[in-house]
């Protein structure tokens, strides 16, 4: 692995006791997320479970939803809108932009 490959934010760098350890979380709640398929880690070649730094933080933002009490369902439907929300103003910024242009 070459040293710019830890630059890149979907590099899979993390294995599941570490991105447990980096959260403060158990590696169940990393399984958790993968089992209900809102956050599906890469697989090395022997299938273990590896994690990027942007992987990471969306599991941190699963993770405060729950510290406030959210369940899966609401926190998932609250992450999406997030990302949704998120799209959509940058569109609207590239918009802003080419207008302005």
């Given at each position: 692995?070459?040293?710019?490959?830890?630059?890149?934010?979907?590099?899979?760098?993390?294995t599941t006791g570490?991105?447990?350890?980096l959260l403060g979380?158990?590696?169940?709640?990393?399984?958790?997320?993968?089992?209900?398929?809102?956050?599906?880690?890469?697989?090395?070649?022997?299938?273990?479970?590896?994690?990027?730094?942007?992987?990471?933080?969306?599991?941190?933002?699963?993770?405060?939803?729950?510290?406030?009490?959210?369940?899966?369902?609401?926190?998932?439907?609250?992450?999406?809108?997030?990302?949704?929300?998120?799209?959509?103003?940058?569109?609207?910024?590239?918009?802003?932009?080419?207008?302005?242009?």
């Amino acid at each position: 692995m070459p040293l710019s490959d830890l630059d890149d934010e979907d590099y899979p760098a993390y294995t599941t006791g570490r991105a447990a350890e980096l959260l403060g979380v158990r590696q169940a709640f990393l399984r958790s997320l993968d089992s209900a398929d809102v956050l599906v880690p890469h697989r090395s070649d022997g299938g273990h479970r590896r994690y990027s730094r942007r992987q990471l933080g969306v599991a941190q933002r699963y993770r405060e939803l729950f510290d406030d009490g959210h369940l899966l369902a609401s926190a998932a439907l609250i992450v999406r809108l997030q990302d949704d929300l998120a799209t959509a103003n940058a569109q609207v910024e590239a918009l802003r932009a080419r207008l302005d242009d």
